[in-house]
């Protein structure tokens, strides 16, 4: 254990419902005893005397101009009346719902140094408590209740808090809701916990400018898959092999919009089903997203590389967090960095498969326009191949272009007899024109 004396310290206890299967306290007065517990943990709570602001108030006798001092979700303080409906309605709850309580306790340097007691009570009721409550497995924080005070009276200022369901609301892993069966907050919550009320207490410092560098580079490489904008990345692909796997996704994407009724303009990549087809979808997605950024060199692979550093500075932020507060643990939790690799992945996805569907129909209705019988994907995969050489003026090169690039099998005995036949045909007519050429000069030949 390192010796170093962490910033924030965090305890925590809890109460069983007076309902809950797992509550074995058979007392005459136990009921009793937990009602009356209530009355003193929000007396003790809201107890003004224990809100000092600083040393000068401290040796002035001067408190906070509040005269309860409990906070309430909603980041305003309690009214004599708040608190005697938070009496009345948390002995209702205790009935079936667990009742939580925690201490968190911090070096009074740690707080002086950082943050206002006043930001940190806002930043406490709209910030870490919510997050800590989905984290901990609650679904819907409005179905949750939860105050807390600062209380710096003592050597180390320190947070009261508890919380407790109103009405069911925890999610288990069947997605069935319930009360919460267990009591404990576990360790990982309890290390989540610390890590966010750190975050709140230091962002000003380190971690905002550090996030605002990473949300700055993740827009920067948004701008590529922006259909708004001239560098879209999808509109300036120019590997033939990649525009086939767009068109063969394109022709995907209809069969399952078709299979499942959307007609929406959009497509979320995330809302696809993991259908056969619905995987083989985001397979090719998948290809298409390496496709675009294999060539190291490029602006796109750059600029994912500058994010991946952003995100590892992070990273090592966290670390730094565990290590003031003693956690050894491999298990680390970095769900900001998560969720931002998430973001940017399924940003990337969205763009591929929207672009891959207006492709296709796009191309679709140029062959329709030209011929009327039935389109298959070749005839499509096959005009991205012409329309790919357009720009290279010599004939020749660009049959040759259209052949390498396009009539491909799935097997070698597919492939190589397609390419064949192709090339001897085109040679053939080459040959003939050739002929011809040659007999229609010499009409215009008058010396023979």
């Known amino acids: 254990m390192s010796k170093k004396s962490p910033n924030v310290i965090f305890k925590s206890k809890y109460c069983l419902a007076l309902s809950s299967v797992d509550n074995k306290n058979n007392s005459y007065n136990y ?29 002035m006798g001067h408190t906070r101009k509040e005269d309860v001092n409990l906070v309430l979700a909603d980041g305003s303080y309690a009214t004599k009346d708040d608190v005697k409906k938070l009496k009345k309605d948390y002995k209702k709850y205790i009935e079936k719902s667990n009742l939580w309580k925690g201490i968190l306790s911090f070096n009074p340097e740690y707080l002086e140094n950082n943050i206002s007691i006043k930001t940190l009570e806002q930043k406490i009721a709209k910030e870490v408590m919510p997050q800590f409550l ?28 508890a919380f407790i369901e109103k009405t069911p609301n925890y999610l288990y892993c069947d997605k069935k809701v319930n009360y919460r069966r267990k009591g404990k907050i576990t360790l990982d919550e309890q290390r989540y916990l610390k890590r966010l009320v750190e975050l709140v207490i230091e962002r000003e410092k380190y971690y905002t400018p550090l996030l605002k560098r990473t949300n700055e580079d993740i827009d920067y490489l948004k701008t590529y898959f922006d259909p708004k904008e001239k560098n879209f990345a999808l509109k300036n692909i120019d590997d033939i092999y990649t525009e086939e796997q767009i068109l063969k996704l394109g022709d995907l ?10 007609s929406s303009k959009k497509i979320k990549y995330n809302s696809i089903k993991n259908s056969e087809l619905g995987k083989e979808i985001k397979y090719l997605t998948k290809e298409i997203k390496k496709s675009l950024f294999k ?3 490029s602006i796109l692979n750059i600029s994912r590389k500058d994010i991946n550093k952003d995100l590892s500075k992070l990273n090592d932020y966290f670390d730094l967090l565990n290590e003031k507060n003693n956690i050894q643990d491999e298990r680390l939790n970095n769900s900001i960095v998560q969720k931002k ?31 009327n019988s039935n389109i298959t994907l070749d005839d499509l995969i096959q005009e991205i191949a012409c329309e790919h050489n357009e720009k290279i003026n010599n004939s020749t090169e660009r049959r040759k272009r259209v052949l390498d690039n396009y009539f491909k099998g799935t097997n070698n005995n597919l492939k190589f007899p397609n390419k064949y036949k192709m090339e001897k045909a085109l040679k053939n007519i080459n ?17 023979k």
């Open 31 to 59: 009921k009793n005893d937990r009602l009356k517990d209530i009355d003193d943990m929000i007396d003790y709570f809201s107890d003004e005397k224990k809100k000092l602001v600083g040393m000068f108030e401290y040796y």
């Open 134 to 161: 989905k984290y901990c497995g609650f679904k819907d924080i409005k179905k949750m209740s939860y105050v807390f005070s600062i209380h710096t009276n003592k050597k180390h200022p320190h947070i009261h808090f």
């Open 253 to 262: 994407l209809k069969k399952y919009r078709n299979i499942n009724n959307q």
């Open 295 to 297: 060539d190291d060199s």
């Open 341 to 371: 690799e998430e973001y940017i992945d399924n940003y990337i996805y969205n763009a591929i498969v929207n672009h891959s569907l207006y492709k296709y129909e796009k191309v679709y209705m140029t062959v329709k326009n030209r011929n």
């Open 431 to 447: 040959y003939e024109m050739e002929k011809a050429s040659q007999e229609f000069s010499r009409l215009f030949d008058y010396n």
